[in-house]
């Protein structure tokens, strides 16, 4: 089993739904959770932190359930600009800073 | 802006030959890390670079993979005896310390 796992997808939706993406780690140990963001053929980038009360930023909205080991991301009235593939992270615990472990992402199409 | 840099964009090289992938990072960043991303899946962690010091390297896959940070900031990845499942994308990322990584637009590394 990984340590993180997600939906593929990929997710077809019309601009303006919204569309949430689920996620499930395997360390029961693990501290720090994250959100990137990878366009094709790009690189990943920051979307947002996870935070244990929840956060949202703008239409981005994360979630984080310890007891389930299970981080949502739900992103409201969808734009044609957030077509990309949606990365779940998880910081190795015990491991150094870096050790950040990736799913293997869920690619979401927005349509017009 | 000056954000993370890698060179060469694109590499291809013959089975067995040695390859080195250059990583500039952001000036100041003190921690460094290199990812493998193979196509379909999300990055995987290879090592991580604090200053000159390489304070972990569990994920190299094997002894054909060596990276170096000799000065501090700019690191090279070298992947010795190339074989075809070495072909994927190598991300470099670097940070402050603990604070989000920042990517460069990957190597796409093919090997023939």
């Known amino acids: 089993r990984k340590e993180v796992e997600q939906d593929p997808g990929p997710f077809n939706v019309p601009e303006g739904a919204t569309v949430a993406f689920n996620c499930t780690y395997s360390?029961?140990?693990?501290?720090?959770f994250f959100w990137y963001r990878q366009d094709c053929r790009k690189e990943p980038k920051l979307l947002m932190s996870v935070y244990s009360s929840g956060n949202e930023d703008g239409r981005f909205t994360a979630q984080l359930n310890r007891a389930s080991q299970y981080i949502s991301l739900l992103i409201r009235d969808s734009k044609l600009s957030d077509s990309a593939t949606y990365l779940c992270v998880v910081l190795r615990s015990g491991g150094s800073q870096g050790n950040l472990i990736f799913g293997k992402g869920t690619k979401l199409s927005v349509k017009p | 802006g000056a954000g993370v840099s890698q060179s060469p964009r694109y590499k291809v090289a013959k089975r067995g030959q040695d390859v080195a992938l250059r990583c500039d990072p952001i000036s100041g960043h003190v921690s460094l890390f290199w990812y493998q991303q193979a196509l379909g899946q999300g990055p995987e962690f290879l090592t991580y670079f604090q200053n000159e010091a390489q304070l972990d390297k569990s994920g190299l896959p094997s002894d054909r993979f060596f990276a170096e940070r000799p000065e501090g900031s700019v690191s090279t990845l070298k992947i010795q005896r190339t074989q075809q499942e070495d072909s994927a994308v190598y991300l470099c990322?670097?940070?402050?310390?603990?604070?989000?990584?920042?990517f460069g637009d990957g190597t796409r590394l093919s090997i023939l």
């Open positions: 990322a670097s940070s402050l310390a603990y604070q989000p990584q920042h």
């Open positions: 360390n029961s140990a693990s501290q720090s």
